[in-house]
């Protein structure tokens, strides 16, 4: 019900743009109006998950999560307002906020998700455990779950060699951080944290030499 009560929100303003734009300005009122209601439409379904993405690809999160805040409010379906949550979520645990990821995705249905968004919300659970240092071997699992889902989502992979580190399965945690970009180049900030997880992992290992390199490639990815 309440998503119709959003599009029906959304509808009212869309047409209430072009008469009030009438009312007041008369000539040319109507079309400007529309105008507005355009360029809202366009902001609300193009250019705000856009943006919202970027600023967390550029490390913004706080920004981020209230972008995405935004998109699950104004969501009109189950299936956009679980997207942005699950989005707010990562948000949090990259801000290092796992109570209010923790909140973020125990309010989420899990019988309800399908297989990808399935994936994201192990990951981030992964992600929070990680975080707190309070269960690796768990993180693991969750992470090899998510990770058997989307096979091909490279970030999957990354917090998946996280966990393995945590357990000291340091060799393994290498292969896959290898093996991550294999698809291509990632994004600049994923590239970062691949390399710093790199540096950790040749530490564990005692090579100071590889650990030195993969630390100064991660600095250089994040200028």
């Known amino acids: 019900m309440r998503f119709v009560v959003r599009i029906f929100l959304i509808l009212v303003a869309l047409v209430a743009l072009p008469l ?4 007041v300005l008369r000539r040319g009122g109507g079309l400007a109006g529309a105008g ?3 360029i809202g439409l366009l902001w609300i379904w193009l250019w705000l998950p856009r ?3 970027s600023a967390f690809e550029e490390g913004k999160y706080t920004v981020a999560g209230r972008r995405y805040r935004w998109l699950e409010w104004l969501a009109p379906s189950s299936t956009r307002e679980r997207a942005a949550r699950l989005s707010r979520a990562g948000c949090a645990v990259a801000a290092g906020d ?4 923790d909140k973020l995705l125990a309010a989420i249905d899990t019988s309800s998700l399908a297989a990808a968004e ?3 919300w192990l990951n981030n659970r992964a992600c929070a455990q990680l975080a707190t240092g309070s269960d690796p071997a768990g993180a693991l699992a969750l992470a090899d779950e998510a990770g058997s889902l989307r096979p091909d ?3 999957l992979q990354h917090t998946r060699a996280m966990a393995l580190i945590a357990v000291g399965r340091t060799d393994d945690a290498i292969a896959i951080l290898d093996g991550m970009r294999t698809g291509g180049e990632l994004p600049p900030r994923l590239e970062a944290d691949r390399c710093r997880e790199l540096a950790r992992a040749w ?3 005692g090579e100071t030499a590889y650990a ?3 630390r100064i490639r991660a600095e250089a990815y994040l200028r």
Not at 98 to 101: I, K, L, S
């Open 203 to 205: 530490t564990a290992k």
């Open 36 to 38: 507005l209601a355009l």
């Open 51 to 53: 943006i919202a993405h």
């Open 20 to 23: 009030l734009g009438a009312i």
């Open 153 to 155: 989502v490279p970030a």
């Open 212 to 214: 030195e390199d993969y």
């Open 98 to 101: 796992v109570t209010t990821a």
């Open 118 to 120: 399935r994936a994201v």
